[in-house]
């Protein structure tokens, strides 16, 4: 009896010590701010974390939303987390606010793999970012440098053709063959035609990106730093740094002397990313305070935000097509009336394809690689919605839930690519409904490259190849399950059977 009433007490003693701990300590950010946005019951220190437990974050925040609002608050650890989900906040947070939000939250993997934040994605809002986003809009994704790019891309997709002709009708895997694709692309644009080290360097990035999520306990706990000690996570991502690192300073080396050795009076034309970089450093044209671990941060940063997005939504593409044959034959008419009796086709030739373009718009509404966007910092309190968003606060869009939303959208959750068409403006990015590559002054750079890559490799595939699924299995039986990964992409991979059509 008496260990009873000891172990109650002890229960109790333990229980308040933590209720104390919790007020005294994980609720600070947001002590003496009344106006929250509303959230889910919170417990003590973990916060609202068990209620993202489940489903896939966007899922799981689009049903918050629903009892919540389209603001609503959630305590996770130390951090306090804002999620948007209609296109009046996104608009506020994006563009009434933009400069406020415009920074992002450091995570312990940002710092330790992407040189302390030196790179473009988790840069924070600053003259940093500034010049490093200048380079990446003027130099190495601008319109010019997409062109110069349009040969590597067509032929990869020309690659990729023979690949799965050579199959010969067996089922082939489409999600590891556009992933390969995008991957060689990305690879070819950023280090050249051969670059011994680009397993090892993917590899590398996609470990990193595990780290970024902002959902490990050192990233929830930030001043608990022993956490990331005590779990691994500290040691793992010096690992990763340590491989990144020493392999990217390789590939510069190798291109530093292959410029000494280079007699080539048209370089510039042939030039890969990292020349471009080291060119503009030999001739002045990067500002001083730029290190070359800014340049390396950038180079991954492409890898990172320009590989599985692209691969992911030609793999959802070519599977709601799949599952809408109507869609599929329509599109295959365009492509096949375009380049009828052609061999080849070649990036030129893509410029006049409407429907095409549709079916993509359509399929990164229902189907967006990044539907939550990259988690955004609010640098100074702000009133949005009727509600105060505290400085210090994590923000993120659920771009997912705005693209799918029955108010904005009729019939949300149907794939219609004739949408774009009756709504055309529905479809503008600055009115905030449709935004699968983020908004603001953080919005992707690398849209005309996605683009361009993801154009040249679908219309390639509709054009000489007619698709189904293994087995006789039916077209309204294709799974659409869906994984986070680098982006995300279906759960189960798209097995298909090209049949070569006859030109
Ligand atoms: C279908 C393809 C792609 C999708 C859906 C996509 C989506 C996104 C999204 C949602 C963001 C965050 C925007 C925000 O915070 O508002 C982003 C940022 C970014 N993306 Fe993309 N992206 C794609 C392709 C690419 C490509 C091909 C590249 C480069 C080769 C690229 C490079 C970047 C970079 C560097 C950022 C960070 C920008 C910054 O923080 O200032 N992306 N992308």
Redesign the pocket.
């Known amino acids: 009896m008496e260990a009873l009433q000891l172990s109650i007490l002890l229960l109790l003693l333990t229980s308040t010590l933590l209720i104390l701990i919790d007020k005294l300590w994980f609720q600070r950010n947001t002590r003496g701010v009344h106006n929250l946005p509303p959230g889910p019951w919170k417990l003590p220190i973990i916060g609202s974390m068990h209620h993202l437990a489940g489903e896939h974050p966007h899922r799981r925040m689009r049903s918050l939303a629903q009892k919540y609002g389209p603001l609503f608050h959630l305590k996770l650890g130390e951090v306090d987390l804002m999620v948007i989900s209609s296109p009046e906040l996104a608009a506020d947070s ?1 563009k009434t606010h933009d400069i406020s939000f415009a920074s ?1 939250p450091q995570f312990m993997g940002s710092k330790i793999i992407m040189y302390d934040a030196g790179d ?2 988790f840069a924070p809002h600053g003259k940093l ?1 500034a010049q490093l ?1 200048k380079i ?1 809009t003027i130099e190495l ?1 601008s319109a010019k440098r997409v062109k110069h790019f349009r040969s590597l891309m067509e032929k990869e997709s020309h690659h990729l053709v023979e690949k799965i002709r050579a199959a010969g009708g067996s089922p082939v895997n489409m999600t590891e063959m556009l992933l390969s694709a995008a991957n060689t692309t ?1 690879s070819r644009a950023s280090f050249g035609m051969d670059c011994a080290q680009q397993d090892k360097i993917f590899a590398a990035v996609k470990e990193t990106f595990r780290y970024m999520s902002g959902f490990d306990l050192a990233d929830l706990f930030p001043s608990f730093k022993f956490l990331g000690e005590i779990n691994g996570m500290r040691r793992r991502l010096e690992k990763i740094h340590l491989v990144l690192d020493a392999t990217l300073n390789e590939i510069f080396e190798e291109h530093e002397r292959n410029h000494v050795m280079s007699t080539s009076l048209d370089q510039e034309e042939n030039e890969d990313l990292v020349d471009v970089l080291l060119r503009l450093k030999r001739t002045g044209g990067l500002d001083t305070s730029l290190q070359m671990e800014n340049l390396k941060g950038v180079i991954v ?2 890898i990172l ?2 590989t599985e ?2 691969s992911a ?1 030609m793999e959802w593409t070519i599977a709601e097509l799949i599952r809408h044959p109507e869609v599929m034959c329509k599109v295959q008419s365009e492509v096949r009336n375009a380049f009828n009796g052609k061999t080849k086709i070649h990036e030129q030739d893509i410029a006049n394809l409407p429907y095409l373009n549709m079916v993509l718009k359509e399929s ?1 509404r229902v189907r ?3 539907p939550i ?2 988690p ?1 910092y609010c640098s100074e309190t702000v009133e949005i919605g009727g509600y105060t968003i505290p400085a210090g606060s994590r923000v993120l869009i659920n ?1 997912w839930a705005i693209m799918r939303d029955p108010t904005c959208w009729d019939d949300a959750e149907s794939f219609k690519p004739e949408r774009v068409e009756t709504h055309e403006k529905d479809f503008n990015a600055s009115r905030f409904q449709y935004m ?5 002054r ?5 849209i005309t ?2 683009m361009a890559s ?1 154009e040249i490799v679908l219309a390639n595939l509709l054009y000489h190849f007619d698709w189904e699924l293994p087995g006789g299995t039916r077209p309204e039986e294709l799974d659409m399950e869906e994984t986070m990964g680098l982006a995300l992409t279906r759960k189960n991979p798209l097995l298909l059977v090209a049949t070569p059509h006859k030109i």
């Open positions: 994006m992002r473009i994605v970012w986003r990446c994704l990305i940063d492409l935000g320009g997005t692209t939504i990164l967006p690689p990044a966007l990259v955004r771009a699968p590559y983020g908004g603001g953080r919005i992707c750079p690398g490259f996605g993801i």
